[in-house]
């Protein structure tokens, strides 16, 4: 019995033994603290977000594409809008400009806009051929964080960056005090043929006009209507004027093709030598509207900039410099008589 007793007694210290022995193993030992009392190292804080550099900080990129989109290249005035922005650009080696003609067409537009908007160049140029029409594909770029320069036109609202132009109300007004007080100082009857309508320049044209004339009431509107700013049409619509009024003083048209149009109506109808011509652009050119002046057709039109070389120079300021550019710029404008037109050919570069 005692054997038995002894037996269990070394059985459970054996085994006593064996567990402890286990359970040193499976605890290993805890990782040695580092000596001295510094606090462990936290993880490093992320970096903050730098702003992103400009332009004027981080250096110029070697190319820029600027997308021109041109509301028509019918009239004389926007072929030397586009080589204007072309001659410009021959200064700035890192600007691209890709050239679009809507051809008066509001659709064409629109999707000429968009079109630059999906290639992401870097600003766009536009004359817009309609006012309400292009304002939501011109405001939809610029919110997409692309500048936009209208030229000569503007849209609805102000969602652009710049608008370089003349100003139309002055012209058109100045215009036509120079017809109530000098061309027509006894009165007389004009017949006004206007540009496309709903365009910003023409409505401020017809506008100024309508104002300037009120310094002599005997000066009165008895037709007006629409040519779209083509000679062509304006032929046609002056033929249909001079069918319907025996007795016309003056045209006044917005611009100068379309007074060159209605000279020609007249002159097939043989009664230019009692009407006189106004027109508006004033181009230096062998067709432009100061030499029509100093030939006898027009008696007067106006020196029309279009702003062409002052766009890529805010171009070259907003992309290449990082400037802020201005809201609006406005050009300045002079008038063509047949006693200004040589220095004005002169000096606005024609031969």
């Known amino acids: 019995m005692k054997k038995k007793i002894l037996s269990v007694v070394l059985c459970t210290a054996m085994l006593a033994s064996l567990m402890a022995g286990c359970g040193s193993k499976a ?7 580092p000596s001295g009392t510094e606090e462990p190292a936290e993880e490093p804080a992320p970096e903050e977000a730098e702003e992103p550099a400009t332009d004027a900080e981080a250096g110029a990129k070697d190319k820029y594409v600027i997308g021109m989109s041109q509301c ?18 021959e200064a700035h080696p890192e600007f691209e400009i890709i050239y679009a003609d809507a051809a008066q067409d509001n659709s064409k537009q629109i ?26 594909a011109v405001t939809a770029a610029y919110e997409a964080g692309i500048p936009v320069i209208l030229l ?4 609805d609202g102000d969602g652009y960056t710049q608008f370089i132009g003349a100003d139309n109300v ?37 506008n100024g006009f309508r104002e300037g004339i009120k310094a002599n009431p005997k000066v009165e509107i008895v037709a007006a209507n629409n040519a779209d700013w083509l000679r062509e049409k304006a032929i046609t619509v002056a033929e249909e004027m001079l ?44 067709d432009g509207g100061i030499r029509s002046v100093m030939e006898g057709r027009l008696s007067l039109s106006m020196v029309y900039p279009t702003g062409g070389a002052e766009a890529i120079e805010s171009a070259y300021q907003l992309l290449v410099e990082g400037k802020e550019l201005e809201k609006e710029i406005t050009l300045e404008s002079e ?3 047949p006693e200004t037109a040589p220095d004005l050919l002169k000096k606005y570069g024609g031969e």
Do not use: H
């Open 27 to 33: 605890e290993e030992p805890a990782a040695a603290e």
């Open 72 to 89: 028509n290249l019918g009239e004389p005035w926007r072929v030397a809008m586009n080589d204007q922005i072309a001659a410009a650009a």
């Open 111 to 136: 999707a000429d806009i968009e079109n630059f908007v999906q290639m992401g160049v870097d600003l766009i140029i536009t004359s817009p051929n309609e006012a309400t029409p292009l304002t939501n």
């Open 152 to 155: 000569d036109r503007k849209i």
């Open 170 to 206: 002055a012209i058109g007004k100045q215009v036509g005090e120079y017809v109530a007080n000098t061309l027509l100082p006894d009165g007389g009857k004009v017949c006004e043929i206007k540009g496309l309508e709903g365009t910003s320049g023409g409505i401020d044209r017809d």
């Open 243 to 286: 069918q319907t009024n025996t007795e016309i003083d003056l045209f006044y048209c917005l611009n100068d093709p379309m007074a060159e149009g209605a000279y020609i109506a007249a002159k097939n109808a043989g009664r230019e030598q009692d009407i006189i011509f106004i027109g508006v652009d004033g181009l230096p050119t062998p």
């Open 335 to 337: 008038i063509i008589t």
